[in-house]
């Protein structure tokens, strides 16, 4: 009999990628002090990779220490871009605020996936995609926020290339699920493995 899954995130885009891979999985949203984790890591001098990594382990681990006998996976993206890290914006004009610092830049959107079982990360993967946003005028900001409306909040960056977010760029070099904040791909992999998913 295979192991129950759950995704200790609060994430619609996360869930909403499980569901169209067809994973059956329950949904115990982690409570980590992630300023707090964030503030530390940075001021040790660690990359926002290892950051992304520490939050997804703790996140599972914390779960998985109420859920025994479950694999619990954790995650967790962060956005860099020429050192400065980004969170999700507090309001439309945070957001705004964001897209003009990004403007005709390239950042790199760390994310990282961990698989906890019985307390204790079983498993991890980490990856970096490279994405460079055009120089795009002050009107079409206004255009996009209004067509985005306030999804972009539940965004690191305040895009979401599943929608008009895609008119933001010109080039990415990355996964597109891992853009959207999971590696679905090697998460699948993980999962087929241990007999979770079908093979």
């Keep these: 009999m295979?192991?129950?899954?759950?995704?200790?995130?609060?994430?619609?885009?996360?869930?909403?990628?499980?569901?169209?891979?067809?994973?059956?999985?329950?949904?115990v949203p982690a409570h980590a002090d992630e300023d707090s984790v964030k503030a530390s890591l940075k001021a040790e001098g660690a990359t926002a990779a290892q950051c992304a990594e520490t939050l997804a382990e703790l996140k599972a681990v914390q779960i998985s220490q109420r859920h025994h006998e479950a694999l619990v996976i954790g995650a967790d993206q962060m956005l860099d871009c020429d050192g400065i890290w980004f969170d999700k914006p507090k309001d439309m004009?945070?957001?705004?605020?964001?897209?003009?610092?990004?403007r005709g830049k390239t950042h790199v959107l760390p994310t990282a996936v961990c698989v906890a079982l019985n307390g204790s990360r079983i498993w991890h993967h980490v990856a970096q995609p490279r994405l460079t946003v055009r120089d795009f005028s002050d009107a079409f900001i206004e255009t996009y926020l209004e067509a985005a409306g306030t999804a972009v909040l539940s965004s690191v960056g305040a895009y979401q290339l599943e929608g008009p977010g895609a008119q933001l760029f010109t080039s990415i070099d990355g996964d597109f699920f891992t853009i959207l904040g999971l590696q679905l791909f090697e998460l699948l992999g993980f999962l087929r493995e241990h007999g979770a998913v079908t093979r």
């Design 2 to 27: 295979s192991l129950p899954i759950i995704l200790a995130s609060a994430s619609k885009s996360r869930a909403n990628l499980m569901r169209a891979a067809d994973i059956t999985f329950d949904i």
């Design 93 to 102: 004009d945070d957001a705004r605020s964001h897209l003009l610092l990004l």
